[in-house]
Nanobody
Framework: QVQLVESGGGLVQAGGSLRLSCAAS????????MGWFRQAPGKEREFVAA???????YVADSVKGRFTISRDNAKNTVFLQMNSLTPEDTAVYYC????????????????WGQGTQVTVSS
């Protein structure tokens, strides 16, 4: 069992930046593929970024060049650096663990955090 706790969300103006963190419990964090997803009101949860246990990263086209995923296995933490934010990035952002890989769909991940709200004002 893995518990995930996200932090770092908040309100930011368009063009600003935020860094989300996801702290995981357990001793096998380094073996998990980790992912970030988001869900805007009235929309389905969608893939944002993922990082395999081996280090390969994947980013959705909608955030490519603006968002970066990274991890610190020593601290059991995965990060999402978000730059050049736009109002379209407003959503609840979820961290996920034990994702089985492409396609990076929500159904492919076994563990989820509670989510953190990101709101980008225009």
């Amino acid at each position: 069992q893995v518990q995930l706790v996200e932090s770092g969300g908040g309100l930011v103006q368009a063009g600003g930046s935020l860094r989300l963190s996801c702290a995981a419990s357990g001793r096998t964090f380094s073996t998990y593929n980790m992912g970030w997803f988001r869900q805007a009101p009235g929309k389905e949860r969608e893939f944002v970024a993922a990082m395999r246990s081996g280090g390969n990263t994947y980013v959705a086209d909608s955030v490519k060049g603006r968002f970066t995923i990274s991890r610190d296995n020593a601290k059991n933490t995965v990060f999402l650096q978000m730059n050049s934010l736009t109002p379209e990035d407003t959503a609840v952002y979820y961290c996920a663990a034990a994702c089985s890989g492409t396609p990076w769909a929500p159904r492919a991940c076994d563990y989820w955090g509670q989510g953190t709200q990101v709101t980008v004002s225009s």
